[in-house]
């Protein structure tokens, strides 16, 4: 009968619609994903396919959690359609066998529930061959078919999570003979996926996060996070590994799942509990008697508003003492328990629980059970009468429709803001828990009923309208899910912006310590009234059409609304629309005329315009920057900025320069005052300038002229505003406050794939790297040849509670008309990169050997002030030793709000974010590895690699400024650390961040001394180069070369400017004969090793020693710029080492040897027993799969 039960299954399910509509919709999404630029999932950018294999297995992936929740309807229908058609009574009185019509009920169910999932397969093979044919994609864009990855797919994900969803929610709807029940079965497993992903954060969790995830998706991640483009176009997701160890897991749960089900599964109905009858019954004759009220109002006084009460108890009740909205809460409780688990790390550190970070979890864990809430329950409040056949009694009691719709429509949105008061007070006790009791219940409050509330006040009052209007509840669901899922992707695909078409959008408000919420506040409080009157107005219309009595059509219901357009409805409805069109109105005024902006495509558009239009400007004569004096007024109370900017420029060049091009900011009103010059050309679309000057400046003379320039605040904006200005913690660098000098190729498009459709040539990131300096050497990477080095002073002035800073000493300070005023100046010519910044700051100051070390921060954020300030004097002491003199007298660390989480490094001062330092958990830092240490010591060190020395515009310049850098900064921390293994923790970050990195590159990876500002490569691989050479040939000779290499170069006046080759001419001599290929390996080809530990086993000696035999098998890796791979034999000197404990704290033995076959036997002797061997035990060589380079040594 088994196989009768599995055909009937999946032959019935195969002759309904519902299969097919999914697979169509399943494959329109993923085959527009696929076809269009707008939707891009799993990273298909730059050189990797849009059908590559990797971008394949994520799509499936991911729309394998949407498939669960489709897969719930095949499995609740196969569970529960004999229960519903009261038919179960007869199958069960046959002698059929209990594990024929559960076994074959289920495996049909799940044939069927993998079919839409192949929608999937068949979007990636339409839209792959679609695409191009129609003109819609490029065809470089697409690779060939690789059939494997369906099938892989298929069984490694498709199936599996199919089995275990199934299991799950087949048993449970087989239990408790309940569709929500099993459906909260499926939101379990995705609560369950969520826990597994918050372990990721930590890189050495992620064996457990892998083998965790029940759907696969952080497993595939890890197993492929080190993937190069290459890989990913070719390589399907294979049976082996940490990926089949999670799949056969996830299989053996789902059978254990399946098979308890089927032991407590039973032919055998039970009865339900008199008592909850009995209790049910009383609830109804409740609702009857307080109902049944004799008089009817349009206002709400007397009886009706005694009505809204009761019918709003009796709604909010259902839904807060409902089994599945505790659930939910529960499910949200452990989702945001997950999240909090591990605190808010920061590179190995803990964040202290500030509340905006509090917040930030809270919002990111009920986000997906508030949708659920409000698209469940607002069903359930439009058909539960009717569901239990009693609409037709009450709506035959004397209320209005008006009423009862309120009610409903308040009691949903009261219990979401119950949930949030749950999440918030489990928040506040999280905070309370970790000792932490500087708790902003003002940012809870603000949070919950002004950010939030609005969004899902809105979206419960449309979604009830959708109810409303639909004649079946689970179609209502379908649109509901839809509205507020495809939504968001359709405005992205038509390039709408405006959060005027996109329903109950509102700026993101975020919260910053120092400035709180900022200049987003008012667009956000805008916003909100806006689409709350859109919500009312959805309101109204639902009360119009709301269906009394005896269901009717919606046709009969619109008729029936027109005819009675006087009712409170109607009036409810239009008020709220005229009021609507008026909040409509005068936001559009604000986003849309006083604060314009412009869309992606538009951004793209104007880009290429700009190449095509002024690349011929790319190389006109240009005069450079000498000195620049600033007169800054800052009005952070009303966001205002005056600048006048006093420039004297120099001609450098061998002709004279008659003219200058500018192109100024739209969002700053610009006026230049030069003299004689004549504006000869203005672009008003690009805003660009050029003036005629009078007379030509000749080789060696100079100019001298004014910029005055003003931001001024008008109304709001769409988006969160420009948090660079701000009430508290203003901070302005010089570009962003001067018109840009010159034609600026950074504004060009970048992309490849974007060009193309452009019809502009591909463009290289950076010029060519060259041995005899041309054109490019000309210029620094910093100021693209407007500038060299620059005398700044600055007379800034701000409101009379804060402090301004600006670049250099800091001359004079006064008050004048209740403002505070400050004369700065720059004690050395500098790059003409610098800042100014205005807030409410405490000052810590000290001073060491002349220099002044200043720490500007926010009150509440004192907790690691002193170490910062330690900090930096530890990387002053090894860089003036090290690499010569600090040209400053000050060195400023100074706090700016968390708009953005970086630090920057100009002339004497560095901001950093509060979020990178000022709030990190220091108190255990002596036993962790400290990296907010190591960020000062980098921004430090760039005080040397950045500004006394600035490369050349071309390749491998940030090799001389940010890999410099980092391996400063590592040096700085091994002299503080005097722990190799310590610093072997330390080191992996940057391991990690090159070897992800490179599997994310968009165009090609190339060799260090030719990086073109690759992030993963100037921080990640450089660093690592330069601290492994280091420990090749010592410290002190990679440093004497950094420190003559400096001093060629220290604040040259002139081009040209040193490139990657200047500094391997100083570093090659320092390099002995032995090593040379190191030079070569490490810094002109891409080099990885393969280094696999086969065997370590020992010996005692008679003398109590201990000799260890390792089997070493090695290779050494050459890779080309798309990631694909050559293994070739070694011949190089590498580090074995034994470990006394099985933790790998303590190295006893290390020896440096040389391999120069693919297997060698290598011996070591130890005084104590050693519990482990390994080949690179520091990890200072790189190479993608370390785990086998260890091995527990066993006896022989």
């Not at 307080?290 to 809204?308: D, M």
């Not at 005229?578 to 104007?606: H, M, P, R």
């Not at 706090?895 to 001062?909: D, I, L, R, Y």
Request: net charge neutral; charged share 20%; hydrophobic share 45%.
């Amino acid at each position: 009968m088994f196989k009768e039960f599995f055909l009937r299954e999946l032959k019935g399910g195969l002759k309904r619609p519902m299969v097919y509509i999914f697979l169509v919709v399943f494959g329109l999404l993923v085959g527009g994903a696929v076809s269009s630029d707008s939707v891009i999932i799993g990273g298909a950018v730059g050189n990797i396919h849009r059908n590559a294999p990797h971008i394949v297995t994520t799509y499936t992936a991911i729309m394998g959690i949407f498939g669960l929740l489709v897969a719930a309807a095949f499995f609740n229908n196969a569970a529960l359609r004999d229960f519903n058609n009261q038919f179960h009574e007869i199958i069960f009185s046959t002698r059929l066998r209990k594990s024929d019509y559960f076994f074959g009920r289920f495996f049909g169910a799940l044939i069927l529930a993998t079919i839409p999932m192949l929608g999937v397969f068949i979007g990636v093979w339409v839209g792959s061959w679609l695409a191009p044919l129609a003109g819609w994609m490029d065809p470089e864009r697409m690779g060939p078919t690789n059939i494997s990855a369906f099938i892989n797919n298929y069984f490694l994900f498709v199936l599996p999570n199919t089995f275990i969803g199934g299991a799950i929610i087949f048993g449970l709807a087989s239990k408790f003979r309940s569709t929500m029940i099993s459906f909260v079965g499926a939101i379990l497993l995705i609560v369950g996926y969520s826990v597994a992903n918050s372990l990721m954060s930590d890189v050495d969790n992620e064996t457990i996060a892998g083998l965790t995830d029940i759907f696969g998706i952080s497993t595939y991640s890890i197993t492929s996070k080190y993937f190069t483009p290459a890989e990913k176009n070719t390589l399907a997701p294979a049976f082996e590994g940490l990926l089949l160890w999670n799949r056969l897991l996830v299989m053996a749960l789902g059978a254990v799942i399946l098979g308890l089900s089927y032991s407590l599964f039973s032919f055998k109905e039970k009865q339900k509990k008199a008592k909850k009858k009995k209790k049910k019954e009383t609830v109804v004759s409740k609702m009857e008697a307080i109902l049944a009220k004799p008089r009817v109002t349009v206002s709400l006084s007397g009886a009706s508003w005694t009505q809204f009460v009761s019918f709003f108890k009796i709604n909010f009740l259902s839904i807060f003492k409902s089994t599945v909205f505790q659930i939910l809460i529960v499910f949200a409780l452990i989702m945001l328990i997950a999240d909090l688990w591990g605190g808010y790390e920061y590179y190995g550190l803990q964040t202290f629980p500030i509340t905006y970070m509090v917040i930030g979890s809270i919002n990111s864990s009920v986000l997906l059970f508030l949708m659920i809430t409000m698209v469940f329950f607002s069903g359930e409040l439009v058909w539960r009468d009717r569901g239990v056949k009693i609409n037709e009694v009450i709506d035959a009691t004397p209320h209005t429709s008006f009423v009862s719709l309120i009610a409903k429509s308040v009691s949903l949105i009261c219990v979401m803001i119950c949930f949030y008061m749950v999440m918030s007070a489990f928040g506040v006790l999280y905070q309370l828990g970790n000792g932490f009791t500087n708790i902003n219940f003002e940012q809870y409050f603000v949070n919950i009923f002004v950010d939030k509330l609005p969004t899902f006040t809105v979206w419960s009052f449309v979604l009830i309208l959708i109810q409303v209007m639909l004649p079946n509840k689970y179609v209502g669901y379908f649109l509901s899910v839809v509205m507020m899922f495809v939504s968001e992707i359709i405005l992205s695909i038509l390039d709408i912006d405006t959060r005027m078409l996109d329903i109950a959008s509102s700026p993101s408000l975020s919260y910053s310590d120092i400035s709180g919420y900022g200049p987003g506040m008012a667009s956000t409080i805008w916003f909100n009234i806006y689409w709350t009157l859109f919500g009312l107005f959805t309101l109204g219309v639902a009360g119009m059409l709301w269906s009394r009595g005896v269901a009717k059509s919606l046709g009969k219901r619109l008729r029936y609304a027109m005819s009675h357009l006087g009712d409170t409805n109607s009036k409810v409805a239009f008020a709220s629309l005229a009021l609507f069109v008026v909040a409509g109105v005068y936001v559009f005024y604000n986003t849309q005329v006083l604060n314009t902006y412009k869309t992606s495509d538009e951004e793209e558009q104007q880009s290429a315009d700009f190449e095509k239009k002024y690349k011929k400007y790319e190389n006109m004569p240009m005069l450079t920057f000498t000195d620049a004096k600033y007169e800054l007024d800052l009005f952070p109370e009303r966001r205002d900025v005056y600048v006048k900017a006093s420039i004297r420029m120099r001609n450098k060049k061998n002709v004279a320069v008659d003219s200058m091009l500018f192109i100024m900011d739209d969002k700053w009103i610009t006026e230049f005052e030069i003299p004689g010059a004549k504006e000869v050309y203005f672009d008003e679309e690009m805003n660009l300038k050029i003036f005629k000057l009078a007379k030509p400046v000749q080789p060696s003379e100079t100019l001298d002229f004014v910029i005055k320039n003003k931001y001024i605040t008008q109304g709001f904006e769409n988006s969160s505003g420009n948090r660079r200005i701000d009430s508290n913690g203003t901070f302005l660098s010089n570009s962003s406050i001067l018109p840009a000098y010159g034609y600026i190729d950074g504004y060009e498009l970048s992309d490849k794939h974007t060009r193309k459709k452009y019809d502009l040539a591909p463009k290289d990131r950076m010029p060519k790297l060259e041995a005899n300096c041309g054109e490019a050497c000309q210029k620094n990477y910093l100021t693209n040849g407007q500038a060299d080095l620059v005398n700044v002073e600055t007379i800034i002035s701000t409101s009379g509670d804060q402090t301004a800073i600006a670049p250099g000493s800091l001359l004079k300070k006064w008050e004048k008309d209740g403002r505070n005023y400050f004369h700065y100046k720059v004690d050395t010519p500098s790059q003409n990169f610098y800042s100014f910044i205005s807030g409410r700051f405490e000052k810590l100051a000290r001073k060491w050997n002349g220099i002044d070390i200043e720490v500007y921060y926010d009150k509440n954020h004192a907790y690691n002030v002193e170490m910062m300030a330690d900090a930096v004097q530890r990387s002053l002491d090894y860089y003036i030793k090290n690499f010569g003199p600090y040209y400053h007298k000050q060195a400023r660390i100074i706090e700016f709000p968390n708009f953005s989480s970086f630090a920057q490094a100009f002339p004497g001062t560095m901001p950093y974010s509060e979020s990178m330092g000022f709030i990190i958990d220091l108190e255990d830092a002596e036993e962790k590895n400290n990296f907010v240490d190591a960020v000062i010591a980098h921004e430090m060190a760039h005080q040397w690699w950045a500004h006394q020395e600035i490369s050349a515009k071309m390749q491998g310049g940030t090799f001389l400024t940010e890999s410099l850098s980092e391996y400063s900064s590592l040096m700085v921390m091994k002299k503080e650390l005097n722990d190799d293994i310590r610093m072997k923790e330390f080191l992996k970050y940057n391991f990690e961040r090159y070897l992800k990195g490179r599997s994310r590159e968009r165009e090609k990876e190339l060799p260090l001394y030719k990086v073109e500002n690759q992030g993963y490569i100037h921080y990640g691989k450089g660093s690592l180069i330069l601290y492994a050479l280091q420990d090749y040939i010592g410290e002190d000779s990679v440093n004497v070369a950094l420190k003559d290499f400096l001093e060629e170069y220290r604040y040259q006046e002139d081009p040209p400017y040193p490139t990657s080759l200047d500094l391997l001419r100083h570093l090659e001599p320092r390099v002995p004969d032995s090593l040379k290929y190191l030079v070569n390996d490490w810094f002109k080809e891409i080099t990885l090793y393969d280094h696999r530990l086969k065997e370590a086993t020992m010996e005692e000696t008679a003398d109590g020693k201990f000799i260890v035999e390792m089997e070493v098998e090695s290779h050494k890796i050459k890779a080309d710029s798309l990631g694909n791979e050559q293994r070739l034999p070694i011949s190089d000197w590498v580090d074995v080492g034994l470990y006394a404990d099985s933790d790998e704290k303590e190295l006893i033995v290390q020896k440096r040897v040389k391999l120069d076959k693919e297997k060698t036997i290598i011996k070591l002797k130890a005084n104590v027993k050693p519990a482990k061997a390994a080949v690179d035990p520091r990890r200072i060589l790189i190479e993608r799969i370390v785990k086998d380079n260890v091995k527990t040594v066993s006896s022989k």
